[in-house]
């Protein structure tokens, strides 16, 4: 009689191993590559060598900083004239000036030689007007004589014609003698015309060389007057009172017309020349206030004039004080100025800090309220100061940051403070 055998089932069959198998090594890579990146992307960081800042929200304004050298307001600059050698000196360089005041002379042998050619010509130009004007004189007088001649001479024929119209009618002269008497008075009274328009063309004549010589004159006494006040300006004067702040002269020094011999300064008040970087040159506008601080105070400065030539990279701006001028400063001195750039506005400001070199403000490691551990945040950072910079996303006032530098934390997202 034959009995069936009971197989029994077996626990673990190949199929189930197989996919248990699977299972757990999926398990195994995905908590190795958990681990290899939580290591990679996981700092330990000592807490005492970094700088952890609060995140405020307060009164903020854009400033930059800039130097400024403190010139006088006005400045009056002294140019040669008129070219020559120098041979006096009346003023030293560092004295005070009244307006008016010699400060040296200069000789220039061809403009005085020039004065007495002009001068010369003059003379010889005034004694041909003279000459003329006397043979002006002489021909009219010869013109009235030669007339009174003529007038004579017309009147006698005249009277002969009118005594010979008598006569012929009574047949007690020819013919002959009268129109003979006719023939005469009628030359005369031509030639009376003709000489009176003679002379008239020989007067207009004489008169227009008197005046030609006159005009001529004229602008000869002009132009004396012009070279001899040429001359006067060897003497160069104080334009106005203040400090002869430098004079580049010595006596036999040869100097050329519209050279630069010195400089006045007028010390009464002050003015600020600031140089500043090409990047801020549409932003910096007149009426911007800078401020600086000197002996325990602080003082404000407007922006003057803005000069748009950019030279090496800068551009120029001159600042005055806006107020009472500041007592105590000298020429040359040199102020560190915070040139405001816009007004005063409430925001989200983070301080500066040696972090923005890696970051470029576009991400931060923000700390936690225990301050065991700082992780990496995207933020967005717009305008700036010295001292702070300004948030406009990524973290609210009452935030930890670390702000300072970042280069030794690579790529890591998280920092573990100890």
């Known amino acids: 009689m034959s009995m069936d055998r009971q197989i029994k089932k077996k626990k673990w069959p190949p199929k189930k191993i197989a996919t248990w198998s699977a299972v757990a090594i999926f398990v195994i890579v995905v908590l190795y590559l958990f681990i290899f990146k939580l290591s990679k992307s996981t700092l330990n960081v000592q807490k005492e060598r970094l700088t952890i800042s609060l995140v405020r929200q307060e009164p903020f304004q854009e400033f930059i900083p800039v130097m400024g050298i403190v010139e006088p307001e006005d400045t009056f600059y002294l140019d040669a004239v008129e070219g020559g050698t120098v041979v006096e000196i009346f003023m030293e360089a560092g004295s005070r000036i009244i307006k008016g005041d010699s400060i040296l ?7 005085l030689m020039t004065i007495m050619w002009r001068e010369a ?13 006397l043979q002006l004189e002489q021909r009219r007088l010869d013109l009235s004589q030669q007339m009174a001649q003529i007038d004579n001479m017309m009147m006698q024929r ?31 009274v031509k030639r009376r015309e003709l000489t009176i328009e003679s002379q008239s063309n020989d007067i207009q ?15 000869m006494e002009n132009n004396l007057e012009i070279v001899k006040s040429k001359q006067d300006n060897l003497t160069l004067r104080a334009p106005i009172s ?12 040869s100097k050329q017309r519209g050279q630069r011999l010195g400089q006045i300064d007028v010390l009464d008040d002050f003015k600020v020349v600031v140089g500043i970087d090409e990047h801020w040159i549409s932003r910096v506008e007149v009426g911007r206030i800078g401020t600086f601080d000197f002996a325990g105070g602080s003082y404000q400065l ?15 701006v001159d600042m005055v004080f806006d107020g009472k001028q500041t007592e105590g400063l000298t020429r040359g001195m040199t102020l560190h100025i915070r040139l405001n750039l816009g007004e005063l506005t409430e925001a989200i400001v983070l301080p500066r800090g040696g972090f923005f070199q890696t970051t470029g403000g576009n991400w931060v490691y923000v700390v936690d309220n225990e301050e065991k551990y700082a992780e990496k945040r995207r933020i967005r950072t717009n305008r700036y100061n010295t001292q702070v910079y300004e948030v406009i996303e990524g973290l609210e006032p009452g935030e930890k940051v670390i702000t300072s530098s970042y280069e030794s934390f690579g790529d890591m997202e998280r920092l573990v403070l100890k």
């Open 205 to 219: 004549f004489r008169e227009n060389q008197v005046g030609a010589l006159t005009d001529s004159l004229s602008r």
């Open 242 to 253: 203040g400090f002869l702040t430098s004079l580049d002269a010595k006596i036999g020094q």
């Open 302 to 316: 407007k922006v003057d004039r803005k000069y748009m030539e950019v030279t090496d990279g800068r551009f120029e």
């Open 121 to 133: 010509e003059l003379f010889q130009t005034q004694n041909n007007l003279r000459n003329t004007q």
């Open 105 to 111: 002379r200069l000789e220039n042998t061809d403009l």
């Open 158 to 188: 005249k009277r002969v014609y009118d005594r010979y119209s008598e006569l012929v009618k009574e047949n007690l002269v020819s013919q002959h003698m009268y129109e003979l008497s006719q023939d005469e008075y009628e030359y005369w």
